[in-house]
């Protein structure tokens, strides 16, 4: 059974920080393509950072510069340290584990960032 297990959300207060953390199981987390989405309050849920499994990352224009993604696999983990917050980041933010070729499209259960003063 696949799992991914976010954490390491909560309330700051804008130009704070905070880093999320994603521990993967039940699959082999070395071959996964992984990412971080968030859906804010009212709106579609929305790309935030991928990483894949060679280590190449790519940003949403929103957060280049204040995020950064980054991968553990020998903890199985990926990560998102998050700078500089905006009250527009506030979300619940998911993490998605994929790989196209083996049909794996997976997601976690969620963690709220709230950024307000």
């Known amino acids: 059974q696949v799992q991914l297990v976010e954490s390491g959300g909560g309330l700051v207060q804008p130009g704070g920080s905070l880093r999320l953390s994603c521990v993967a199981s039940g699959i082999v987390f070395s071959l996964a393509d992984m990412g971080w989405y968030r859906q804010p309050p009212g709106k579609e849920r929305e790309l935030v950072a991928t990483i894949t499994s060679g280590g190449s990352t790519n940003y949403a224009d929103s957060v280049k510069g204040r995020f950064t993604i980054s991968r553990d696999n020998a903890k199985k983990t990926v990560y998102l340290q998050m700078n500089s917050l905006k009250p527009e980041d506030t979300a619940v933010y998911y993490c998605?584990?994929?790989?196209?070729?083996?049909?794996?499209?997976?997601w976690g259960q969620g963690t709220q960032v709230t950024v307000s003063s």
């Open positions: 998605n584990a994929q790989r196209v070729d083996y049909r794996w499209d997976y």
